[in-house]
């Protein structure tokens, strides 16, 4: 198995001190950075890893390199956990692992001409006994950059930018290292260079069989030299496999909105319409480690498996609020249970008095009588389910949106469903009730936007819970329902569809939605 | 749409312009008479390399004597009046409600130790003579025009305590303050993520078409181009060598170097074995082509 992986990290961690928070006496306190990374590079492998700006690509990088040492987890190189070796003993693996920085400028000594830098770790490493064996090998490195001997005699201010960048590949590649790390080598070049610095990655991975590890913010330049990617996002992969295929078909919502980002060189005259009004200002978007979250209905189904998944994403508290707390045992320290009735208005307004820390409010207490429009008792049916979907939800908007801006903004996830979109015969009160549930979290969105908060609408096809079995199946696991509204919470997605299932009908309204109308009225239960 | 020229009297004009750097016994052109016609209310985007000029026709349009080089010959006429030459009273004058500018860095263009707020009041103040509560106003209804959340709050920060994408939102509600004729955007979304680069190019495009402003709008990107521009054009070493609707020079450049230009962009929808580097043998029968020019026109010293 050690044999065909060369580099492999798993539950990678880091923690660096946060200057910006630094007492006036003693130790800056830790911020962390990446949150277990898992990731395999094979021999001559190439992976890119994308993000934006504090994703912590870079510091991923680095630390796969050990210029930083990992707070935690595995790192294996060949085989070998170097995560916490020494650097005495780091020493004699460096050669076979490099680093080439985004900025040839500034990590290039100036003082230097060119000849001796690309030399420098051939003396380092005892790699050429005498001046003139080092010089040669220069010469061949330069060459095979596609620069020329004469280059060697310049200083690193007397080239362009896309040379200077080539003399990073060819001291990085001096020692001829199995794996390389690029860090946004080419972002700072125009067109022509990047893509004579992308050419030339792709022939050095072919002729000497090198792994690359690629950080670039720029999916369209990883698609050029890399086979794989990953998608990090605040310090966590959210996505990671073939680029072929996840630039396809994205699955996580960052991925989609950076692809959808992406200017691609053709004319398209509704690109800017198509970015909403509401993308026009700034990202709402919110971490859910360290949140502090609400979940009502947190005693079974969905709300259960938010519980769950909050804990395992790092939420610092969660309100686990339900009807009756009688029985609850709460899984977990961080878990405090909340007698919290959402039909009874008096009591949410308490709620919000006693829970002012609140981030993330997730609407998730829901009623389903499971009933036709025709039944006698329709009307006391719909009344029964709009009291808990309909004004259970506003009334938990209108109280904990102040709570929210009090505290930054935060989020608010509103569990819908797909029968928010389309009715399905049988079940056509609750549908309704779920149709005006979204027509408020709408509302809800344009009006605490201002106030910085991100409002999720979550529409699923059938959960494998109580609930759910009326509903057309497959059946999703509740808690990749609860993952898949964490992660849009984090991406700043507002509308999700989890699940192929729903995933596909979202895609049928989108095209035809009389035609859905029709294919879900022919769809009676019994 | 139609590659012809503009058919309203254009609303700038740049005219076989020549810049050069010169001193110490050398002489190093820049421009090798370039010309480009913007109309009103369009949207025109100038691409090229570095070191292409395009930079050194942004200073040019907006009267900047862009040191160490000289503009040795041609005119760049503002609605017909030429401001090449313009004293850096007359210049100013200008500046407001004829031309705004659109900074590539949202750092070093901001002042660090004034408030957000006193630095979009003051533009008003000194071009449309503003008291202090009305500019005080106009500043808190731009903020909320470039979509600036919290805005109140905003005005009172300082650069520093706000993002870059929002840096960038709080220089185009100045650039777009004195509601001026035409735009100068030197790369104005490169120092952003592609997330916040999306929403501030769709801002600009808005608050163009909302206002009825011209852009010149610089760039190395021709998707950029491609999303937001009406017309293009694309300069090599000085030299304009093609220019027209944008559809026509995505889908059918005539010129190599445009050609080569688009298929030296990577994309992420297709395999990377795809992307060509511009060919050498190209770029040398530029350098070529631009160093006769020289030849041809020595007398522009």
Known sequence: MAESVLLEAAGLRLSLPDYSRKPPFGPAPPVDILHGIDLAIAPGDTLGVVGESGSGKTSLGRTLVRLHRPTAGRLLFDGRDIANLTEERLRPLRAQFQMIFQDPQSSLNPRRRVADIVAQPLHLHGRAATRAEARRQVDALLERVALRPAHGERYPHELS??????????????????????????????????????????????????????????????????????????????????????????????TRRLLNAIPLPDVDPGWVARTADNQLGEELSMNVKDSVALVTGANRGVGEAF???????????????????????????????????????????????????????????????????????????????????????????????????????????????????????????????????????????????????????????????????????????????????????????????????????????????????????????? | MTGAPPRDRPILSVRDLHLAIAGRGRHTPILRGASLDIAPSEVHGLVGESGAGKTMIGKAVLGIQPSPARISGGSVLFEGRDVTHLSERERRALMGRGMGLIPQDPMTSLNPAHRIGAQIADVLRLHLGMDRPAAGARALELLNEVHVRAPERVLRQYPHEISGGMRQRVLIAIAFACRPRLIVADEPTTALDVTVQRQVLALIKRMQAQEGASILFVTHDLGVVAKICDRVTVL??????????????????????????????????????????????????????????????????
């Not at chain 1, 990047?194 to 069989?209: F, K, N, S, W």
């Not at chain 1, 008096?346 to 997730?362: Q, W």
């Not at chain 1, 309704?432 to 809800?444: F, P, Y």
């Open chain 2, 236 to 301: 090599h070493g000085g030299r304009v060598l093609e220019t027209g609707e944008t559809r026509r020079i995505v889908e059918a450049p005539e010129h190599d170097y445009t050609r080569a230009l688009i298929a030296a962009t990577p994309r992420h929808d297709r395999p990377g074995d795809l992307l060509r580097p511009v060919p050498e043998a190209l770029t040398a029968r530029l350098n070529a082509e631009a160093l006769a020019y020289d030849a041809a026109h020595g007398s522009h010293g």
């Open chain 1, 161 to 254: 930018g896309g040379e200077r960048q080539r003399i990073g590949i060819a001291r990085a590649i001096a020692l001829r290292p199995r794996l390389v790390v690029a860090d946004e080598i080419v972002s700072g070049l125009d067109m022509s260079s990047q893509a004579q610095i992308l050419a030339l990655l792709r022939e050095l991975r072919r002729d000497l069989g090198l792994a690359l590890l690629f950080i670039s913010h720029d999916l369209s330049v990883v698609r050029t030299v890399c086979d794989r990617v990953m998608v990090m996002l605040n310090g966590r992969a959210v996505e990671q496999g073939e680029c072929a295929a996840i630039f396809a078909s994205p699955r996580h919502p960052y």
């Open chain 1, 307 to 526: 519980v769950r998944v909050l804990l395992d994403r790092g939420a610092a508290k969660i309100y686990a609020a339900m009807r009756s707390t009688d029985g609850y045992e709460a899984p977990d320290g961080r878990v405090r249970p909340l007698a919290l009735d959402v039909t009874d208005h008096g009591r949410i307004a308490e709620a919000a008095a006693e829970c002012g820390d609140v981030t993330l409010l997730i609407n998730n207490a829901g009623v389903n009588r499971n009933r036709p429009i025709s039944d006698d008792d329709a009307l006391r049916n719909a009344r029964d389910e709009m009291e808990v979907n309909y004004f259970g939800t506003m009334e938990m908007c209108r109280r904990f949106g102040p709570v929210l801006a009090a505290n930054g903004g935060g989020a608010i996830v509103n569990m819908l469903s797909l029968l928010s979109r389309v009715n399905l015969p049988m079940i056509g009160t609750y549908c309704g009730s779920k149709a005006a549930a979204l027509s408020l979290t709408q509302g809800v969105r344009a009006e605490l936007a201002a106030q910085g908060t991100l409002t999720v609408a979550v529409m699923p096809g059938a959960i494998n819970t109580r609930m759910g079995d009326m509903n057309p199946p497959p059946l999703e696991d509740p808690a990749d329902v609860a993952n898949a509204a964490l992660d849009a919470v984090e991406a700043g997605e507002e509308d999700i569809y989890p699940g192929v299932m729903a995933e596909g009908v979202s895609q049928g309204l989108a095209a035809d939605a009389k035609a859905v109308e029709k294919e879900f009225a022919a769809y009676l239960p019994g």
